[in-house]
């Protein structure tokens, strides 16, 4: 069986925390012979402390499954925003939002004022934090403002593409066309060579509902929004309950 993990709010606390009894958990189910995966909305860099005490190395997805990364530096798949649309979104929104959205890519963050205690949180977790001007055509994975008010316009402009409101902080990401968690789940149970139905998803967010969707059993956990309840086959407590130790412990142990 595959189990695919979000972080946040999923194995994660609200105080960033990752608690021990979930990890044991979690390396006795890898030790029955289930496989284990991470999606996130956090990039490689942001993710990376809580892969490592996962042992999590390869075949899991960053960016809400915009990048499903294989061993080392390898990718399945990576999605990125146009240069051309990067900076649409800075010409024209700059002005008004400019400390409000954040460009997250490869090498790091881009923001206005890369040096306003605001973004201490990601230098915090080792990203690199560099001001708009030094976008150029570097890759992009997504664009997260913290205000609500652009989003219907660029939806408009852009129903192509792929967008997450926060709920309930009034945050939203756009990302490329693909660019969740669903299509990142699948393409791994292709590499892995695991069917949907051995596949067991938990989260509990407005970007993990085509995870929880396309997964053979659905896992909400905590406070989940009340978009993933119509996906959601059954509700666990949250991490600081050690929700997910509690399900591993009573269903896979």
């Known amino acids: 069986m595959l189990l695919a993990f979000d972080l946040d709010g999923t194995l994660v606390t609200r105080s960033r925390q990752l608690p021990d009894p979930i990890i044991s958990a979690i390396e006795q189910a890898r030790s029955r012979g289930h496989l284990i995966t991470v999606i996130t909305g956090r990039n490689q860099r942001s993710a990376a402390p809580f892969l490592q005490r996962l042992k999590v190395e390869a075949e899991y997805g960053t960016c809400q499954g915009a990048r499903v990364h294989g061993p080392g530096n390898a990718h399945h798949s990576e999605l990125t925003l146009h240069p051309s649309l990067v900076h649409e979104l800075l010409d024209r929104y700059l002005d008004n939002f400019g400390d409000q959205f954040y460009l997250s890519g490869s090498e790091g963050l881009y923001v206005h004022h890369p040096q306003l205690e605001s973004w201490d949180w990601a230098r915090n977790e080792g990203q690199g934090v560099q001001s708009f001007d030094q976008v150029g055509q570097a890759t992009i994975h997504k664009a997260v403002f913290s205000r609500r008010e652009p989003l219907a316009e660029i939806q408009r402009a852009h129903p192509d593409l792929t967008y ?90």
């Open 164 to 253: 997450y409101p926060w709920d309930p902080e009034p945050h939203f990401e756009v990302l490329p066309q693909g660019g969740n968690k669903g299509e990142a789940l699948a393409l791994l149970c292709r590499i892995l060579s695991v069917s949907r139905e051995d596949t067991v998803a938990f989260g509990d967010g407005n970007n993990d509902i085509s995870m929880l969707q396309w997964a053979g059993h659905g896992v909400g956990v905590g406070q989940v929004a009340t978009s993933l309840l119509p996906v959601t086959d059954e509700l666990i407590p949250a991490p600081e309950q050690l929700g997910v130790a509690t399900w591993i412990r009573e269903n896979l142990l």
